[in-house]
């Protein structure tokens, strides 16, 4: 990657609040790995996934008040990871900027398209057919994409195409989430030490 991007890529970002305190690692250049406790299995589950699909090395530690409900710690941990990754970005320089996945899950299709613009946007049209996985909200993925992508400085549409089970349907979004990460922020090797927008700049 020399003389592609300024290695190397990583933040570590800490946040602690009333709710809840949060610590995110994370190695744009990594394998895969992942160590993560968040004190809500289900979303334990889907960030290791997040890790392995977008090739990133992530720990998070959070500890939130679950005793209320998992909204403060599902949201926050969207919000450091999003820090994290808008910082391990830097200026953007040299990345592919876009990238997208489609990727099936037996019965469920997600899609997910990002640009890393500088300019944060949800767009999101996941229905769930069930309020829960195990002990998890369905509609805190929601919040959860929605921190991520407005703390990091991401456009990105998440569209179900197909499926009815909630974990398939969650692990779809996730694991197409993470997919079109790794595409959008891998170097690329035709523009080197370019930051991609017409603009020079890819800021809000």
């Given amino acids: ?34 160590e993560v406790a968040t004190g809500i299995g289900f979303l334990d589950h889907m960030l290791t996934a997040l890790a392995r699909h977008a090739m990133f090395d992530m720990g998070v530690a959070a500890k939130g008040d679950l005793h209320i409900d998992f909204h403060h710690t599902a949201e926050d941990v969207g919000i450091v990871i999003g820090q994290c990754l808008k910082k391990a970005l830097g200026d953007k320089r040299g990345i592919r900027r876009y990238g997208a996945a489609l990727l099936p899950m037996d019965e469920a299709l997600a899609e997910c398209a990002i640009d890393i613009s500088g300019r944060p946007f949800l767009a999101w049209s996941v229905p769930f057919a069930r309020d829960k996985v195990g002990e998890m909200d369905t509609e805190l993925f929601e919040e959860f994409f929605r921190a991520l992508a407005f703390n990091a400085g991401i456009t990105m549409h998440m569209t179900l195409k197909a499926g009815t089970n909630a974990h398939h349907v969650a692990e779809a979004c996730f694991k197409a989430a993470a997919r079109a990460l790794r595409q959008a922020t891998e170097p690329d090797p035709r523009a080197a030490g370019v930051i991609p927008s017409t603009k020079g700049v890819l800021e809000a």
Avoid: Q
């Fill in 1 to 34: 990657m020399d003389g592609i991007v300024s290695p190397p890529r990583r933040a570590e970002i800490s946040r602690e609040t009333a709710e809840t305190a949060i610590r995110v690692a994370l190695d744009l250049d990594g394998s895969g790995r992942a």
